[in-house]
């Protein structure tokens, strides 16, 4: 019999995830089925435990339920735990549920493997302050840039983060937050954009000063066409504009390593995904 996965949200319909985990599985020969799971927005547990008592191995978690998730846990991973957000369940043998978060695994993998990008001593802005920025902070810190500004529209919200992450101080020189207006006038090597504007084709206010040099804009959107983040970064010639593509399959791969226990390749996903 094989294997039961999901991706669990709602919506869910639109995903990409059970293309990229069923190519991994075709790659690495695992005998496992990937199927999108929708979940009542106020019945997530429930639908959990069910998929799980039908012989469900494991889930990945999408909106809105990353926070729900991390409740659910029973076990969690250093990164789950430090980012308050679970987006891989994992069911063990002896029924305990383990939650890990491998988005931040997966953005640094996509600059660093994927596109060359140092992160030890640069300059990193990055916006917003919700669950996705919190799921990054920490392997990116690992990474010993050299300073690290979260803008928020909420400019509480970005002061919580940097006090919630301030055991990080010792690894980086410095870790700032604030509002936008707060933003400090100077350039970065490296702004990521972890707010939803661009799923409403609008941008944070960013200063100008802020992209003089800039060697990489990245936004955690994706979308066929290049979001309006994106463009933003060609437009104000950033050396590097991506967008959140590989950020996505990276933090899949790292969800398949630990159901099956094998890494697969994710540089055949990308192209088929973006041909």
């Not at 959990?48 to 990353?66: D, I, M, S």
């Not at 600059?111 to 920025?133: D, E, P, S």
């Not at 593509?245 to 226990?261: N, P, T």
Request: aromatic letters at 10%; glycine letters at 8%.
């Amino acid at each position: 019999m094989k294997d039961h996965y999901a991706v669990i949200g709602n919506p869910i319909e639109h995903s990409k995830s059970p293309l990229i985990q069923s190519y991994f599985a075709n790659e690495t020969q695992q005998f496992m089925d990937y199927t999108t799971l929708l979940s009542p927005l106020d019945g997530f547990e429930q639908t959990v435990r069910q998929f799980f008592q039908q012989h469900g191995k494991g889930l990945n978690v999408t909106v809105p339920f990353k926070l729900e998730a991390w409740n659910l846990c029973d076990e969690l991973s250093d990164y789950a735990q430090q980012a308050g957000a679970v987006n891989t369940l994992f069911y063990q043998d002896d029924g305990r549920i383990y939650g890990a978060n491998t988005d931040g695994l997966g953005i640094v993998r996509d600059l660093m493997v994927n596109n060359g990008v140092t992160l030890q001593g640069k300059r990193i802005l990055i916006l917003g302050a919700g669950g996705a920025v919190r799921g990054i902070l920490q392997p990116i810190m690992q990474q010993q840039p050299e300073q690290v500004f979260i803008a928020n529209r909420t400019a509480a919200k970005a002061e919580k983060l940097v006090e919630h992450f301030a055991s990080f101080q010792s690894v980086i020189s410095t870790l700032n937050g604030g509002g936008y207006e707060e933003i400090p006038l100077q350039s970065f090597d490296l702004i990521i954009n972890g707010t939803a504007a661009s799923l409403n084709g609008m941008l944070p206010p960013i200063p100008v000063e802020c992209c003089q040099n800039m060697q990489c804009c990245y936004d955690m959107m994706y979308s066929d066409k290049p979001t309006p983040f994106v463009q933003w970064g060609r437009d104000n010639h950033a050396v590097l504009a991506l967008d959140g593509l590989g950020m996505l399959i990276e933090q899949a791969a790292e969800s398949f390593q630990l159901w099956r226990g094998i890494r697969p390749n994710t540089a055949p996903v990308f192209h088929l995904l973006r041909p």
